[in-house]
């Protein structure tokens, strides 16, 4: 059986300048709809032309089923909110613009430690992690190889799941990058 993580494509989204911690959750609506840039990395094309996944998994974000659709999978299998990325807690931090990476980046610190607000924690997602792993696992044991169209956080902690779960994982193309991937195998199959 095989799992293939795979990160969205590099959304099409326009450059943003510095801006106020509060205006975070527009540029964030602005990333969630956006699709994904035309382009695609040779060794992400290469491994979806040899592996020939039988079961395309997406989130429920624009990016990931743009993404399917650019290598060649129109109509995922499983479309589910479960492998979302998990979401940005907004702080709101007066008088300091900076760009809205630097933001992300920041806020995703805050998340970290422990600092939700109004959004998902790091202890719910994790419960959903486990969730989503065993979706993923349950297709795998009924079609042999799936395709997650995943984003950066939750396919990192998929990607732990599995390796708990028994999974090894195998080659990488710049996993944690737009258009990575790895993927991870289980060499017994799972009865359900």
């Given amino acids: 059986m095989r799992i293939t993580l795979l990160r969205h494509g590099n959304p099409e989204l326009s450059v943003w300048d510095k801006i106020h911690a509060l205006e975070i959750p527009e540029w964030i609506a602005a990333y969630n709809s956006a699709g994904v840039e035309q382009s695609i990395s040779q060794s992400c094309q290469e491994m979806v032309n040899e592996f020939a996944h039988k079961f395309i998994v997406c989130s429920h974000l624009n990016r990931s089923i743009h993404s399917a659709k650019i290598i060649g999978y129109p109509s995922p299998d499983l479309l589910d909110s479960i492998f979302g990325e998990a979401e940005l807690p907004i702080i709101p ?54 395709l997650l169209i995943g984003h950066g956080i939750i396919n990192r902690f998929l990607a732990k799941e599995l390796v708990l779960k028994g999974w090894t994982g195998k080659e990488a193309s710049n996993d944690n990058k737009y258009w990575g991937y790895r993927y991870w195998e289980y060499a017994t199959y799972i009865k359900y």
């Fill in 93 to 146: 931090i007066p008088v300091i613009k900076l760009t809205p990476h630097v933001w992300s980046m920041i806020f995703r610190i805050f998340w970290f430690v422990g600092v939700s607000k109004k959004v998902e924690s790091l202890s719910s997602f994790k419960s959903r992690v486990v969730m989503a792993t065993e979706k993923l696992v349950y297709q795998a044991a009924i079609h042999d190889s799936v």
